[in-house]
Nanobody
Framework: QVQLVESGGGLVQPGGSLRLSCAAS????????MGWYRQAPGKQRELVAT??????????NYADSVKGRFTISRDNAKNTVYLPMNSLKPEDTAVYYC????????????WGQGTQVTVSS
């Protein structure tokens, strides 16, 4: 079974940058669209960005709130998805997770532990 391990979070000042990583075990990673999600305290988990597999053209999709600041990328050879984040804002504070979105709100893999991002001065 694929396991997802997120890392790279931390405390950063507004305007700062972080780069998140999500390592997936298993060799089937490259077949799936992968995405980043986040959940702030008291709020539902929300989509941040997705990137389709190569067969689907590697298309990206971003939440409006992060467009122009975050960039999703993937290295299928390393089974890893990245999320460089620039110009961070306090409202970006959340636990960030990765997963493969399926249909009708389902996800392909068990959720990992996430990585905490805190943007504060």
């Amino acid at each position: 079974q694929v396991q997802l391990v997120e890392s790279g979070g931390g405390l950063v000042q507004p305007g700062g940058s972080l780069r998140l990583s999500c390592a997936a075990s298993g060799s089937i990673f490259s077949r799936y669209t992968m995405g980043w999600y986040r959940q702030a305290p008291g709020k539902q988990r929300e989509l941040v960005a997705t990137k389709t597999n190569i067969a689907s053209g590697g298309r990206t999709n971003y939440a409006d709130s992060v467009k122009g600041r975050f960039t999703i990328s993937r290295d299928n050879a390393k089974n890893t998805v990245y999320l460089p984040m620039n110009s961070l804002k306090p409202e970006d504070t959340a636990v960030y997770y990765c997963n493969g979105p399926g249909s009708s709100g389902t996800y392909y893999f068990p959720w990992g532990q996430g990585t905490q991002v805190t943007v504060s001065s």
